[in-house]
């Protein structure tokens, strides 16, 4: 009875033992596996989409931006990624990177580089705030061309407004003749008056420059008054010679040469096989060919005969008043 009571006893005690030791143990791996072995540092798999490449990677990353960070990836003004940064990443998971496109926007002057991630020119354009689109501005490319790398943009701010203007209405010179008036006055009898038209346009202003003008409408406010003048026509006459007239190239006006008269003094010339008459100034001397008594200016000369004739008979009188 003692011998058993004993064997008992002893068994009791390495059970106790046995038991001790699996405690320690257990409680070293818990310890050991606590602080020694980290679940978030294994290796993961990572699938990345970045502007149409895709490849897929092993990473200890545990955020998509250490995702980045870990193998270089570098993120432009705009560009969008998903998940967010702050995203944790577990094996498995599909990181995706869309890009901002470059693009240079000129407006007014000023050019501007933005990065988009808009899908038309028109979107683009209103995505950046410097600059206010209006319905009626011009976009090159169109609106609703798609956004591409490297786009260059120039915007045309249109303006379209109506205008009002007075516009002078020229009045028109009315020529009569008086034959009571001495033939060298000449007066204005009735003033003339400019009158007024009102027009309305519509006007197209790029970026401030006018570029088209139409008239919508037109009407005359005032009308015009014709001014009159009087010629007078009497020409008081004293001797009168007959012979005949010739011309030279001398002045260009109406003018003449002739041997006696005195110099100043005007005479009217009428060429006698047709009636025509023009008034002329004795500035020169001549001509002296025989039955010549008066050398008449080209231009004088044609007002009464072709100059091709070269001479011609005529009445010559002297005039004066």
Not at 92 to 120: F, S
Not at 163 to 168: A, L, T
Not at 182 to 205: F, H
Request: hydrophobic letters at 40%; proline letters at 2%.
């Amino acid at each position: 009875m003692k011998i058993y009571f004993k064997k008992n006893k002893n068994t009791q005690k390495f059970l106790f033992m046995l038991a001790v030791f699996f405690f320690c143990i257990n409680f070293s791996f818990a310890n050991a596996k606590e602080d020694d072995f980290d679940f978030e540092k294994v290796s993961k798999r990572v699938v990345l989409q970045d502007e149409g490449m895709k490849f897929e990677t092993s990473s200890i990353a545990q955020t998509v931006q250490e995702f980045l960070e870990e193998q270089k990836i570098t993120l432009r003004t705009n560009d969008l990624v998903f998940p967010a940064r702050n995203e944790k990443i577990f094996s498995g998971t599909r990181i995706i990177v869309v890009r901002a496109k470059k693009i240079t926007i000129k407006e007014g002057g000023k050019t501007d580089e933005i990065y988009t991630l808009q899908k038309t020119v028109e979107q683009a354009i209103w995505e950046d705030e410097k600059i206010e689109l209006g319905q009626d501005d011009i976009t090159v490319p169109a609106r609703d061309a798609l956004v591409k790398e490297g786009m260059k943009i120039t915007v045309t701010h249109v303006l379209i407004k109506e205008e009002i203007k007075n516009i002078d209405i020229d009045f028109k010179t009315v020529s009569n003749e008086d034959d009571k008036l001495g033939w060298r006055i000449k007066k204005v009898t009735q003033k003339g008056e400019a009158g007024v038209k009102e027009v309305k346009y519509r006007v197209v202003y790029n970026d401030g420059k006018e570029i088209s003008r139409k008239v919508l409408e037109s009407n005359v406010t005032k009308e015009p008054v014709n001014e009159i003048v009087t010629q007078g026509t009497y020409v008081k006459v004293g001797k009168i010679h007959t012979g005949m007239a010739s011309w030279y190239a001398w002045t260009g006006t109406m003018a003449a040469a002739n041997p006696w008269l005195p110099m100043g003094s005007y005479v009217r010339v009428t060429n006698k096989d047709n009636g025509k008459s023009v008034i002329v100034k004795i500035n020169d001397r001549g001509p002296f060919g025989n039955g010549r008594i008066i050398d008449l200016d080209k231009v004088a000369f044609a007002e009464i005969a072709s100059v091709g004739a070269g001479v011609v008979n005529v009445k010559m009188e002297v005039i004066t008043n």
